[in-house]
């Protein structure tokens, strides 16, 4: 599969807004520079052209920006997909976070503030591949966090 490795500048940078977003909508991989939103529209195609569920994996070490990664990928499905609900769809899945994340976090020595969880998150598209809904997963990182 495509691999993006994405590096956390842990500062706002001026290339996610909604014109990069359009940018990078309905363009082949490889056409523009390595991005979240290459990846996220080429699997949106995928899903589209094959009409087959699709998976987006963010994954690294804690502080690397993979909640940031999962919004920008969200809010791009939510804007090309036209849904109703647009720019809201990232900010009500990741509120929907279930009460273990209420418990708190664990310092590790790399983060004071490492979540001791994983999550999976499926979003749900309809025929017209616009969002529908979205259901997010927990599960234990490791049991030595809690």
Same mark, same amino acid.
């Given at each position: 599969?495509?691999?993006?490795? #994405? /590096?956390?500048?842990?500062?706002?940078?001026? /290339?996610?807004? !909604?014109?990069? +977003?359009? #940018? *990078?909508?309905?363009?082949?991989?490889?056409?523009? !520079?390595?991005? +979240?939103?290459?990846?996220? =529209? =080429?699997? *949106?195609?995928?899903?589209?052209?094959?009409?087959?569920?699709?998976?987006?994996?963010? %994954?690294?070490?804690?502080?690397?920006?993979?909640?940031?990664?999962?919004? *920008?990928?969200?809010?791009?499905? #939510?804007?090309?997909?036209? %849904?109703?609900?647009?720019? !809201?769809?990232? !900010?009500?899945?990741l509120a929907s976070n279930p009460i273990t994340e209420a418990v708190g976090n664990a310092k590790t020595t790399r983060n004071d503030n490492s979540s001791r969880f994983g999550k999976y998150t499926e979003i749900s598209f309809d025929?017209?591949?616009?969002? /529908?809904?979205?259901?997010?997963?927990? *599960?234990?990182?490791?049991?030595?966090?809690?």
């Open positions: 599969g495509i691999i993006l490795v #994405a /590096i956390n500048p842990y500062k706002q940078l001026p /290339i996610y807004g !909604d014109a990069i +977003i359009h #940018a *990078y909508s309905g363009q082949n991989m490889g056409d523009m !520079d390595p991005h +979240i939103f290459a990846v996220a =529209e =080429e699997a *949106y195609k995928q899903m589209a052209r094959n009409n087959k569920n699709q998976s987006v994996i963010v %994954s690294g070490e804690s502080g690397a920006g993979k909640t940031v990664s999962a919004r *920008y990928t969200m809010r791009y499905f #939510a804007t090309v997909s036209k %849904s109703s609900s647009n720019a !809201d769809v990232e !900010d009500k899945v025929q017209s591949f616009q969002i /529908i809904g979205a259901n997010m997963r927990t *599960y234990l990182l490791e049991k030595s966090r809690v």
